[in-house]
């Protein structure tokens, strides 16, 4: 795999993320961390995903909400998913709004997203772009290490995986939360996009 040039201004994730700073109650260190996730998540994704029309806007929205509420809470998927269908909605981009809400909700399965489901292609090439800066470039789907390694180093999401998500579950754990973020299809459900998986 020849990985395409790294993209290191993305206009739609700064956009959004700029739009829903409120989010982040204050800790604009762990946004900044964020956003470097969302950075990285495009380019991993860029690298898996076939090209196909708008993808790299359907790529920077998603990655843009994917996590955007864990600063509330770990039970993050669903209301990360209506923060996205109200930008979709406002922004008259509404028909993207199953495909991006399915992957954002299929992005913690552990699991392959099966290419005969809906809107496999990006689908899961953002659920494996996920897990490669998660688990750290140790899983990288055949993208070559030293492309993992220069994208993780443009961008420095560490205090976004050491200090905000940790803190978020805390908070669920004291409001007695069910973890959403385990149950995808239950997220489908609970954010209004019943049975758009099959
Ligand atoms: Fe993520």
């Not at 600063?71 to 993050?76: A, K, Q, V």
């Not at 991006?100 to 899961?124: F, G, I, K, N």
């Not at 993780?152 to 940790?166: C, L």
Request: charged residues 25%; aromatic residues 10%.
């Amino acid at each position: 795999m020849i990985p395409p040039e790294i993209l290191r201004s993305l206009p739609l994730v700064d956009e959004i993320l700029g739009s829903h700073r409120q989010h982040c109650h204050g800790d604009d260190e762990g946004y900044d961390a964020y956003k470097a996730h969302a950075y990285r998540v495009v380019n991993f994704a860029r690298a898996l995903a076939p090209d196909g029309p708008q993808r790299d806007d359907k790529l920077a929205i998603a990655a843009a909400f994917h996590d955007l509420a864990a600063f509330d809470t770990l039970d993050y998927l669903v209301p990360s998913i209506e923060a996205q269908d109200a930008w979709l909605q406002e922004t008259g981009r509404e028909n993207w709004s199953d495909e991006l809400a399915l992957m954002v909700a299929e992005h913690h399965r552990l699991s392959r997203y099966r290419q005969t489901r809906a809107h496999a292609p990006l689908v899961e090439a953002f659920r494996r772009a996920d897990l490669v800066d998660v688990s750290q470039g140790r899983i990288r789907f055949g993208i070559p290490r030293s492309y993992v390694t220069e994208v993780r180093a443009a961008f420095d999401a560490s205090v976004f995986f050491k200090r905000v998500v940790p803190s978020g579950a805390l908070r669920a754990v004291r409001k007695f939360q069910l973890p959403g973020f385990l149950l995808p299809r239950n997220a489908l459900v609970r954010s209004g996009h019943e049975g758009i998986d099959r």
